[in-house]
């Protein structure tokens, strides 16, 4: 009734104290308790908690400030709050003292005894780190002199509260103030000051003859006490069980990356971060360890601030494409399932937490970043010039008349070929052009007609700060972002406010919004060559044609190939880039609100309702000056307007219960439910026949198109209940138990509802007595888990209901309108399922100077959602179904070294991660899934096997003769110098039969490097970042090395056979425009290796000195630059090597033109004021 009391009437502290005592203790036993209790430290001196006690049972309240205050208020003592971490207990009427104190931890072995040399009653006795070394205090101080100055983080230039400045080797020193300033007075003669504080590096400072220093300490290895999100809380990263990866943004600062995923990239172990494309605007795929889906997603549920995103937003980073990098203060990368269980059917393919930046309070703070730069593209294609292409050109038409014409010769003149036989433009149809005199041809490179130098520059500004009773935070940033590709590139604005405010002592509120705006403009740059895109089209155009007819800026219409040789079209790639545009507006509002209660007995009700508000309007158009393709009549000028909007809402209301029994016993308990909403709608209208190319709106064209996809709607929502219990004894035994049970829209009446448990265990082996004192081992902890968690991102929402569509009845004599079943439905559809089990070890060494993290992990998903083929006598061609089974197990290691210490420091993050996929099921029968990307079936998903690995053809070489091309199975028209394919079943011919396992796209294993380096305010930060084992099916190349003379070639096409003397490189085939002997099949011919080593970030910076900067009224000046994508090496031929075409789980990997990736170089300045 006591502790209750006191958190329903905080006015009656006072009259519970003068109470008659039932129990009495020391104020250091009860502090220890709090800083076990809480996950906290405090700094004093010793004087001060002397003879200090407390007679009073202790509230047991959750809030920790407010039981401190019960404990300090009746010894006359206070408290300043450093931060979430750290308090400064001194007295509350403390006047600056000559002789200050020291300030350190509670724990003893962190604490100096002068047991040996007490010192007189009238000198203080000091709690000290025992990094100082005190000898007998001198008594008589003849000639003295003040020093000053302000001690600050390193990591931001906030002042540090609380800082002990002491002169080393004496009694003397005096502790910082709110904002970090001191002053203390030493003997004339100097010394050495020595400033430490906890959580920070030690620093020592020679005074020499200065009067003023300003230093900055760095913050020292607190890898244990690191605070981590865990699903709807926190644990302290000692107590944790799971596997969970985190990452600061302090970590990835001065990086010019407008997506912080990008960011990310090379430094969390078991996360797969793929840049696909570069175009400005877009965001990486994210996938934590393998896939486990066929067709309901593989990316990772986005949890910012607490409010899960839509689950389906997997394309662009899972939502986060649209937030300021700047405005992240962590992210938690949660992986396995008993960290994932508690999000239940989305957490299958992990977590990805994002914690936003808070205001703290003190004094208030404004800080303005600005980065500008030049991006350029990393790699250009190696391309036939014109003399090269004219030749080979040749060669191939030559070699099709050949071999279609009985008795022709190859010095048959073109006059006497007929239409299809001839080589190209030998007759001046573009002036100068002619195949004969190939050396007076002029070489156009498209790709420096398409590609530039782009400016990127980023404008922020933020301030925060704030009181006891209201925090803050608000910033705007700005990024403007050119795209290498020409007229492409984003514009994006955001702002964000985040408001804290303890309204009583038992009430907390606040506000999180984020709204955002942004202007891109695309491209048309990826897709395969009859795309027609900017890219293809740049790279395919023969090299000689001229862009612009002479003297005009007319595109020249040959750029299309001329009438009467029936080339393909292909677009001019200029025209391309200046004759349509595309432009998306997206305006996004991301935002939730929070209420805190605290209840009676220790319990925290938090509720918290978010919304998520996206609106996207596109606007196409193309003008009347395309297609420009003589083999084709004139195409009108085309225009599309698409407008789409979605809302998200979620709510979620938690009850959470701490409690310790005793020193030894603690738990916490969570109980919490959570309702999620989401709507979308897309409307689409097209218009054509414009009459000029003025107004470009869609209502001043004529409005085409009637079908049903013009306009769509859809809607899917999800109840949630959840619960979580966490135990720890003596710090030393660890164990936690979630579940979940969902209730979703999408699935089948019969299976609505999914439950999802999870259990985990950890033993703090050196808490133990036989290891606690080692000297090596600082942390030993081992810890496994198992649990289940779903997937319910389906394509779909409702794949589970039968859907009706038009149809038109027969009644009577007419026909009536009506509707009719068009899809079957399935009442007992069900969300994929993930059970996994885990098992790790943490290691640190020498205080945690070295420190690994190792988990092995075992995760097999099943249920997977599918459509599978049905009988014809249903009427349908296919169902949704759960079918099948995927496993994924690998072992991921992180290793973070202090490789060096002192005023130079230099630490070291490396991490490896292994992953092997199998495919163990599939359906009743167990038949392969064949998947194609236009030209056929390209991949295969079986049983033993990768999902989605590359089907098709294994090339042996290519046939160097006639008795070569007779002695081995062949394609009926093989010639020699085409391509030998395996004759793989062994049945003596060469045929669909023979298609096999040509690679996969799935890496064996990735990495990841970042050293980063400081001396005297310079820090060098160098991320290192690759990929080992995967390959990609380059069907970009199959077209541009498809040796048929038809269109412009990659220089690889110079290694062709060309006669049995000339064989070649002995894989790459003759020139031959009649394209015999299957040459061009899907085959391991267009199978590269995909792994790559690449320096992904270098960055340089500097932080001035205080006494520079103070002059100006600054807080801190930083200025830096750096270096994105610095270096890649890899086999591949394509411009990069990360590119997945295709992003589904079945057709992974397979290149068909991409937007290349940029090179960044940028220059910054933080300002702080």
């Known amino acids: ?63 920790r400030e407010m039981v401190l205050k019960a404990v300090l208020k009746p010894n006359n003592l206070t408290f300043k709050k450093v931060d979430d971490h750290y308090y400064v207990i001194i007295e509350a009427d403390e006047a600056t003292s000559r002789v200050a104190p020291f300030l350190a931890p509670l724990e003893e072995s962190q604490l100096l005894q002068t047991r040996s040399n007490p010192m007189p009653d009238d000198r203080m006795s000091m709690v000290v780190p025992s990094s100082l070394h005190m000898r007998q205090p001198l008594e008589v101080i003849v000639q003295e002199r003040r020093i000053s100055g302000r001690v600050s983080a390193d990591e931001n230039a906030d002042g540090l509260p609380g800082v002990s400045v002491a002169l080393k080797n004496s009694t003397r020193g005096t502790t910082t103030d709110g904002s970090g300033n001191y002053s203390v007075t030493i003997p004339n003669e100097g010394g050495t000051l020595v400033f430490s504080f906890i959580g920070y590096v030690t620093q020592e400072v020679p005074v020499g003859s200065q009067s003023t220093i300003n230093i900055s300490l760095k913050q020292s290895d607190q890898t244990l006490n690191e605070v981590v999100v865990v699903g709807y809380g926190t644990q302290q990263k000692r107590d944790v069980t799971g596997s969970i990866a985190s990452i600061s943004t302090k970590n990835i600062k001065d990086q010019p990356v407008p997506n912080i995923v990008e960011g990310l990239t090379g430094r969390l172990p078991g996360v797969l971060i793929q840049q696909n494309t570069g175009a400005p605007g877009n965001s990486p795929s994210i996938k ?68 936003t930046k808070r205001g703290k309070s003190g004094q208030a703070r404004l800080t303005f970043d600005y980065y500008t730069g030049v991006q350029q593209i990393t790699k250009k294609m190696d391309m036939l010039n014109a003399q090269q292409f004219a030749e080979f050109s040749k060669e191939a038409f030559n070699n099709a008349y050949l071999e279609r014409v009985p008795g022709s010769k190859i010095d048959d003149p073109n006059s006497v070929r007929a239409a299809g036989q001839r080589y190209r433009y030998p007759r001046g149809e573009i002036a100068g052009v002619s195949f004969d005199n190939p050396g007076a041809l002029s070489s156009y490179d498209y790709q420096d007609m398409i590609f530039q130098n782009a400016p990127i520059s980023s404008y922020q500004l933020s301030a925060s700060g704030g009181s006891d009773k209201i925090q803050y935070m ?21 702002i964000r406010t985040n408001i804290d405010a303890q309204i009583t002592s038992f009430l907390k509120m606040g506000v999180s919004l984020s709204p955002s705006f942004s202007v891109e403009n695309r491209a048309n740059t990826d897709g395969h060559w009859a795309s027609n895109g900017v890219i293809n089209a740049a790279l395919s155009l023969p090299p000689f044609i001229p862009i612009y007819q002479p003297n005009t800026t007319v595109y020249n219409s040959q750029a299309f190939y001329a009438a009467p040789y029936d080339w393909p079209g292909i677009t001019n790639p200029v025209a391309n880039i200046y004759e349509i545009d595309n432009q998306v507006r997206t305006t996004r509002l991301l935002g939730n609100a929070y209420a805190e209660v605290k209840l009676p007995f220790g319990v925290l009700y938090r509720g918290t309702i978010g919304g998520d508000i996206r609106q996207l309007r596109q606007n196409y158009y193309q003008t009347s000056a395309l297609p420009l393709n003589q083999l084709l009549p004139p195409t009108a000028n085309s225009a599309y307007a698409e407008n789409s909007q979605e809302l998200n809402w979620v709510t979620n209301h938690t009850l959470t219960y701490n409690k310790e029994i005793g020193p030894d016993h603690r738990f916490e308990v969570l109980v919490g439910l959570e309702s999620q909403k989401n709507d979308f709608e897309r409307t689409r209208i097209d218009a054509n026949n414009f009459p000029n190319d003025i107004v470009r709106t869609v209502n001043a064209g004529t409005i085409v198109g009637t079908n049903s996809s013009r306009n769509v709607r859809d809607q899917w929502s999800l109840a949630s209940y959840f619960g979580r219990v966490s135990y720890s004894f003596k710090d030393r035994y660890l164990a936690n138990a979630s579940f979940r049970r969902d209730g979703s829209s999408r699935f089948g009446a019969n299976n609505r509802w999914g439950t999802f448990p999870s259990a985990s265990v950890g033993w703090r082996v050196s808490e133990e007595s036989f290891l606690k004192n080692n000297r090596i081992i600082s942390e030993l902890k081992i810890k496994a888990s198992y649990g289940l968690s779903g997937n319910n991102a389906f394509t779909g929402n409702y794949p589970s209901i039968g859907l009706l569509g038009p149809d038109n009845y027969v009644l009577g004599n007419a026909l009536a309108n009506g509707l009719a079943v068009n899809s079957i439905g399935n009442d007992n559809l069900t969300w994929e399922k993930s059970r996994q089990t885990d098992i790790g070890l943490e290691l640190g060494i020498l205080s945690n100077r070295i420190f690994l993290t190792a988990d092995y992990y075992k995760r097999i ?29 690998g072992l991921e290691l992180a290793l973070n070294t202090r490789n060096l210490t002192g005023a130079f420091s230099w630490n070291t993050d490396l991490n490896f ?200 009224k600054l807080q801190s000046l930083r200025v830096y630059g750096g270096v994105q994508n610095v270096l890649t090496v890899s086999k591949y031929l394509g411009y990069n090597p990360e590119v997945s075409g295709y992003e589904g789980p079945l057709t992974g990997g397979v290149d068909y033109g991409s937007y290349p990736l940029a090179r960044t170089y940028t220059i910054g300045v933080n300002i702080g004021l």
């Open 288 to 355: 934590i360890r393998g896939l486990g889906s066929i067709s309901a997603g593989n990316g990772p549920l986005v949890v910012i601030d607490g409010q899960p995103l839509n689950s389906g937003d997997l394309a662009n980073g899972g939502g986060l494409n649209l937030l300021n990098p700047n405005d992240i203060d962590k992210i938690d990368i949660l992986k396995d399932a008993s960290a994932t269980a508690i999000y239940g059917s989305r957490g299958a393919n992990g977590v990805v937490v994002v914690t």
């Open 1 to 63: 009734m006591l502790a209750s009391n006191t958190l329903r009437q905080p006015s009656r502290l006072a009259q519970d104290y003068s109470r008659p005592v039932r129990n009495v203790r020391t104020l250091s036993d009860v502090l220890r308790e709090l800083e076990r209790k809480f996950g906290i430290k405090f700094a004093f001196q010793r004087k001060t908690l002397q003879d200090k006690t407390v007679s009073l049972p202790l509230p047991s309240s959750a809030d």
């Open 861 to 889: 998903t099943t249920d997977l959602l599918l459509a599978v083929q049905v009988p014809t006598l249903t009427g349908f061609t296919s169902a949704v179904k759960n079918i099948g089974k995927v496993e994924n197990k």
């Open 913 to 1112: 991660s292994f992953n092997r996929n199998k495919v163990l099921a599939l359906g009743p029968t167990g038949d392969p899934i064949r998947s194609g990307t236009g030209v056929g079936e390209t991949n295969i998903t079986m049983i033993g096997e990768p999902l989605g690995s590359f089907y098709g053809y294994q090339q042996l070489g290519v046939f160097k003769n006639q008795a070569e091309l007779d002695a081995y199975p062949h394609f009926a028209d093989a010639r020699p110098g085409d391509v030998k394919f395996a004759d793989v079943n062994g049945d003596g011919k060469v045929d669909a039969n023979d298609r096999t396992l040509i690679g996969n796209n799935q890496p064996d294993f990735i990495y990841g490097m970042t050293n980063t380096f400081t001396y005297k305010g310079i820090d060098l930060g160098i991320v290192i970042q690759g990929v080992q084992g995967s390959t990609i099916l380059n069907l970009s190349r199959r077209f541009y090395e498809n040796l048929e003379g038809n269109a412009n070639e990659l220089t690889t096409v110079l290694n062709r056979w060309r006669s049995p003397d000339q064989p070649g490189d002995g894989k790459t085939p003759r020139a031959n425009t009649r394209s015999t002997g299957n040459n061009n099949a899907v085959s391991s011919r267009w199978i590269e290796d995909a792994s790559y080593f690449r320096i992904r970030n270098i960055t340089v910076g500097y932080n001035l000195r205080k006494t520079l900067i103070q002059k100006v």
């Open 474 to 494: 608000v910033s705007g940033n700005y990024l403007n972002q050119k795209g290498v590709v020409k007229r492409s590139g984003i514009d994006r604005y955001t």
